[in-house]
């Protein structure tokens, strides 16, 4: 799809399991390097908002990374199954 972007923010601050999301422009560009920031952008596959907020890498205060703040929503989208979720 023209004009989305892939977003694969961490399902917490202390895991390396992720979820992928695609995301339009506009939410894209919520989305801060660098600098601590916070954004809800919404998967444009099954509409669900995702308040997402910036977390370090590797390299400590770098923030390009990004983890999903609300874990009762990732519980219910586990629980949805991801059959529902694959665009491919």
Do not use: F, H
Not at 14 to 42: C, F, H, P, Q, Y
């Amino acid at each position: 799809m023209k004009g989305t972007n892939i977003c694969t923010p961490k399902t917490s601050d202390n895991s390396d399991e992720r979820i992928k999301l695609l995301i339009s422009d506009a939410d894209a560009l919520k989305i801060k390097r660098g600098m601590k920031w916070k954004a809800t952008v919404t998967d444009l596959i099954t509409g669900i908002e995702y308040p997402l907020k910036g977390c370090a890498c590797s390299i400590p205060d770098c923030y390009c990374d990004a983890v999903v703040v609300n874990k009762k929503l990732l519980r219910y989208i586990k629980q949805l199954g991801e059959a529902c979720r694959s665009p491919e």
